[in-house]
């Protein structure tokens, strides 16, 4: 039992200490992120992997593998970090790692599509604008893959939110809203380097996560009614 | 709480006329005139007791103005102005670039190259509304006039914006109209064929030509137009006959030849503000007589940067140049300075005279503006104190005293330009109490609409109206950053974007498929990219420039598809169940005669728009007049307006609305640019996408908010004057008329507002119940935002009028504030809107 408390401890600092570790990361990387784009993009990214990875199998409930079938349907308390056990702790890396290939593999060109849509530039700076959508995708989708799965139900209740909040969905809306703010200050004639696309979304990515976390905490339960 | 309805129509009808009110007193205030000196200059006002002044090299003139000759035009490499060029290289020409300050349109760059004076704003408006008489230069002195003042005789050939300058001032006149853009050729032939017989005479003393062709070769289809070549040989074939006949004819032996440009263009071939392209003008001096000047200049030459080529001169130094070369005395409001290359013409004391007699002009329009600065001349000697006028003073003092020629030059000269850097960079005194007034006015008619929302509440969930004022606040604060306005197209397809998310979740929400949404996003994005705007990006590759103007097959048959969905849109609302074949009979007219009308239009003026395979077909229909091809489109769409409301008791009224709306749709496509055809065709697909929605009051205003904005952008438009698109402003018109010409241009410039108010109503009208209160609610929330966003350009043109880019980027967003809120706003989003709720309700 003690093992278990020293355990859900580690867990409880880890997941304090993951929106911290995220920023730091771009933080300290942000020169080379202004510098050239793309490069620090591609360099970060598994520095991200890494952090989300960890973050996942230690803090978050997850449904991977077989057990979706019995659990699914029922109310899950998904999200508490006291529920990472020990004697799951293999298959929950295996399940993190699984998320991490469903983000990357339909995550990333879902998320490549929506910012286009929504004015990202294709025929100049294509790598830019898909590392970036990878960038969103580890950060907003893997978390959720890991803790909903690939339930066809749950995912539309992601995307029309009408899940209930909760820290994940909190900082996979944040990463989403904080993208789309990030695009603000691109067209005020600074001339800064960092008004370099896509900077300024990457960033607003990563403190629209940290951010949207702790909203997730404050809102938890609620919905979003828009009609 | 529950507002009667009288009250409401009572509040919209106050608010409204509030904020028009506030708007005309601003405008008043912001744009004032300049004070400027009465009369015309004497020699006497110059030069004391008995001193003469510097005597005349030249006794006639001829002043060639051809409109947008922008440097490179006649520098460059690839120019056709190869007559000219060879002057340059053999010494008898002068080569100089002009800058022309913004606004740099027509009738304020003929100000300052008469005058020598910097016109501010409202010449601008001005050049618009032509007919204003306020605009002539009777009463201030310009070169013509000191010509005519020593008894000399000037006649003029061209714009006849210089009859409406300059009245009664010229012998013998032939004036054109500038407005008709289309015309390349006749233009200009109506100019020449008095060349060669004026040329024999030897009656006139001064010979002003404005040529238009190449300025309306540039509206139509840029500075890298298939015309503008030979356009340059045609003009230069002008100088060629000019100059050889001065070169022969002894009645012309001492005439001074002037080839200049009033403004230049930019990449889109438009005018009005400031980029370098656009101030860039070509000035060239020629006369056997100047070869004394020993000058050696190479043509083509090499551009210091884009467009400066040889030495960079300001416009209004034209006129003190002018009227010295002539021995006239300088034009009193003078603010150029006398160039000084040419100074070797005379001996060394009338150079010394020739730079004194301009500084005692500049010295004079500083005591206009300072009192204080006569006594400090009258006294003789430098004060010692530091004060800029002090040191000013100092300057003249030991100018007058100085010993030696090269010495009293230099300090005239320095003079001069201290002079003209105080004058000209004196802030214009504005009114800022009325200023102050007007943005009060307005704020009351905010408070008014704010009510709306404060008292009775706007029907709709709480979540739209948050929006509505994050939209709202967001956009006004927006107005206080230059790049923003300059850019604000960034920010209406950010908004617009983002609120087709929110109608993706809606649609999931309401368990709908989301299909509808996505389809609206994705004609979003091809909207935005369709042409690229703003400052900093225009003029980049986009789908009109290069891809669609590459592939014109592409392009018409988007085009045709369009017109395809109009006929069918309008054959569906047309057709009664009787008889559907009236429907296809009524809709085909229009369709076709607009077609025809585009065809025609593109033989004549954009050929490298037509594919190969239409070019027979159009040069066919090309010969019936255009004017009457867009008369007979014009037409046709009125009978069948007057045919549906006369009708209106057989029609439903459910479907006067879109029938309405779909005739509109054909008219908006006639007065759009080819290549804008298909977003009105991507604008009505959204809104039947839009209207199977169910969308609210609130949500449809929002919507129609958005798009409105959005594709008032996307067409092309900018809050640049040189955005402005003047090519289909003469559409049908065979006469000249302002209050025609006004409403074509604006339905063009403005012609996706209009078929996104028009949009809107109809959304409005299959969603709801009681016509009287959905109007109301309409025009409340429009109201509302438009409020809002006229307050807050009026605050910023006030807070930053010392800034560096009033005149180039607020006064210009001003100008298209005003059209959104007292055009765009109170005629078609309220009266017309509201006739058109009137009849669909009745």
Redesign the interface.
């Known amino acids: 039992m003690a093992s278990m408390a020293d355990r859900s401890g580690i867990a409880e600092n880890i997941r304090h200490a993951h929106p911290i570790v995220l920023l730091g990361a771009l933080y300290a990387t942000f020169t080379s992120l202004v510098n050239d784009p793309p490069t620090l993009l591609l360099q970060l990214l598994p520095v991200t992997i890494g952090i989300q990875i960890i973050h996942a199998s230690t803090c978050l409930g997850n449904s991977g593998g077989s057990k979706v079938a019995t659990a699914s349907g029922n109310k899950k308390k998904a999200k508490s970090a006291s529920k990472a056990k020990s004697e799951d702790m293999g298959s929950n890396v295996l399940a993190a790692f699984f998320s991490l290939f469903l983000a990357l593999l339909i995550g990333t060109p879902a998320a490549f599509i929506v910012i286009v849509l929504l004015g990202a530039p294709i025929t100049a700076d294509l790598s830019h604008t898909v590392l970036c959508a990878a960038h969103l995708s580890v950060l907003a989708g893997l978390p959720l893959v890991y803790s909903y799965y690939v339930q066809g139900l749950k995912w539309r209740d992601i995307v029309s939110l009408n899940l209930p909040m909760d820290e994940v969905y909190g900082g996979a809306l944040g990463a989403c809203l904080g993208a789309w703010l990030g695009a603000v200050p691109i067209p005020l004639d600074w001339d800064r380097d960092w008004q370099r696309w896509p900077v300024t979304i990457v960033v607003g990515i990563y403190a629209g996560y940290a951010v949207g976390r702790l909203g997730g905490l404050a809102l938890i339960g609620k919905v979003a009614r828009f009609n | 709480m529950v507002v009667q309805p009288s009250l409401r129509w009572l509040r919209l009808a106050a608010g409204n006329i509030l904020l028009v009110l506030a708007v005309l007193v601003f405008a008043k205030a912001f744009f004032p005139y300049k004070p400027f000196l009465q009369g015309l200059a004497q020699h006497a006002d110059y030069h004391d007791g008995g001193e003469t002044p510097a005597p005349a090299q030249f006794e006639k003139i001829v002043f060639m103005l051809v409109d947008a000759l922008r440097s490179d035009f006649v520098f460059g490499d690839h120019s056709g102005f190869e007559y000219t060029q060879s002057l340059i290289r053999s010494g008898v020409a002068i080569p100089f670039t002009a800058h022309a300050t913004s606004p740099t349109i027509t009738m304020p760059k003929i100000k300052a190259l008469t005058t020598g004076s910097i016109p501010g704003f409202l010449d601008l408006i001005l050049n618009f509304a032509e007919s204003d008489t306020t605009s002539t230069l009777a009463t201030q002195d310009n070169w013509l006039a000191q010509i005519k003042q020593s008894g000399k005789k000037l006649i003029m050939f061209g714009d006849d914006t210089w009859l409406k300058l300059f009245p009664n001032i010229f012998e013998r006149t032939d004036g054109t109209v500038s407005f008709f853009v289309s015309d390349f050729t006749e233009v200009d032939n109506n100019v020449t064929r008095h060349v060669a017989p004026e040329l024999r005479q030897s009656d006139w003393d001064a010979m002003i030509l404005h040529y238009l062709g190449l300025d309306h070769i540039g509206h139509k289809t840029g500075p890298r137009s298939q015309h503008m070549i030979p356009k340059q040989h045609e003009m230069d074939g002008i100088v060629k006959q000019v100059y050889q006949a001065i070169e022969t004819s002894d009645h012309l032996r001492d005439t001074l030849f002037v080839l200049v440009g009033d403004h230049g263009m930019n990449d889109g071939g438009g005018h009005g503000g400031s980029s370098s392209g656009e101030t860039s003008a070509a000035l060239v001096f020629m006369s056997p007589k100047l070869k004394a000047l020993q000058s050696e200049y190479t043509a083509p030459a090499v551009p210091r940067d884009e467009f400066t080529y040889y030495r960079r001169i300001e416009q209004s130094d034209v006129a003190p140049t002018l009227t010295t070369l002539l021995g006239l005395p300088i034009p009193k409001n003078n603010l150029g300075l006398f160039i000084q290359d040419f100074l070797p013409l005379w001996n060394v004391d009338d150079q010394v005279k020739i730079l004194n007699t301009n500084g005692r002009e500049l010295s004079r329009l500083i005591s206009a503006s300072y009192s204080d600065f006569d006594k400090l001349l009258a006294e003789g000697k430098c004060n010692q104190k530091t004060g800029q006028l002090d040191k000013l003073a100092c300057t003249w003092h030991s100018a007058v005293l100085s010993p030696q020629p090269s010495e009293q030059m230099n300090l005239f000269s320095t003079f001069s330009g201290e002079c003209q850097d105080i004058l000209t960079s004196a802030a214009t005194n504005y009114d800022t109490d009325s200023m102050l007034i007007a943005i009060i006015i307005g704020s009351v008619s905010l408070l008014l609409f704010t009510t709306v929302w404060a008292v009775d509440g706007v029907p709709g ?1 709480g ?1 739209y109206k948050l929006l509505f004022w994050a939209l709202s606040l967001s956009y006004s604060g927006m107005m206080i ?4 306005v ?2 604000e197209q ?2 209406w ?2 908004a617009a ?2 609120w087709c ?2 109608l993706l ?2 649609e ?3 368990n709908e498929s ?1 299909s509808k949404s ?1 389809i609206l ?2 004609l ?2 091809l909207t ?1 990219r369709w042409n690229q705007t ?1 400052q ?1 990006h225009a003029g980049a ?1 986009d789908i009109t420039n290069p891809f669609l103007t590459n592939n014109p097959t592409i392009l018409w048959t988007l085009v045709f598809f369009s017109y395809t969905d109009m006929f069918f849109r309008l054959k569906r609302s047309l057709s009664t169940r009787s008889s559907p074949i009236v429907g296809s009979v009524m809709a085909i007219s229009p369709i076709v005669a607009s077609i025809l009308f585009k065809l025609s239009m593109a033989a004549l003026d954009t050929r490298e728009l037509l594919p190969q395979f239409l070019t027979p077909l159009a040069d066919n229909f090309s010969k019936i007049p255009p004017v009457t091809q867009a008369q007979i489109v014009f037409s046709l769409l009125l009978l069948q307006t007057t045919y549906l409301l006369l009708s209106h008791h057989l029609t439903p009224s459910k479907k006067i609305i879109p029938a309405l709306h779909n005739i509109l749709t054909i008219f908006l496509a006639t007065q759009s640019r080819l290549t804008n055809i298909p977003l009105l065709w991507f604008s009505n697909v959204s809104l039947t996408l839009l209207d199977s929605m169910s969308l609210t009051p609130l949500q449809i205003s929002l919507t129609t908010l958005t798009l409105q904005h959005t594709t008032f952008f996307a067409l092309g438009n900018s809050n640049a004057i040189s955005s402005v698109d003047l090519s289909n402003a003469y559409n049908g018109v065979s006469t000249f008329n302002v209050f025609v010409v006004g409403v074509l241009t604006f339905v063009s410039n403005w012609a996706g507002p209009i078929l996104h108010t028009s949009g809107g109503i109809s959304l409005l009208f299959n969603n709801l119940g009681s016509v009287g209160n959905t109007y109301l609610t309409y025009a409340e929330i429009s109201s509302t935002f438009r409020a809002a966003a006229m307050l807050a350009v009026m605050v910023a043109c006030m807070v930053l009028r010392t800034h560096l880019f009033v005149w180039t980027v607020f006064s210009p967003k001003y100008l298209f504030a005003m059209m959104w809120t007292c055009v765009h706003h109170v005629i078609v989003d309220l009266v017309v809107a509201g006739g058109v709720f009137y009849i669909g309700g009745r």
Do not use: H, N, V
Request: avoid cysteine; charge should be positive; aromatic fraction near 16%.
């Open positions: 969930s979540f950053a230059s790049s923003y300059e850019e960034q920010y397809y950010w974007s983002g998310i929110i979740i809606r999931l929400q309401r989301g996505i996003l994705l979003l994005r935005r703003g900093k590759p």
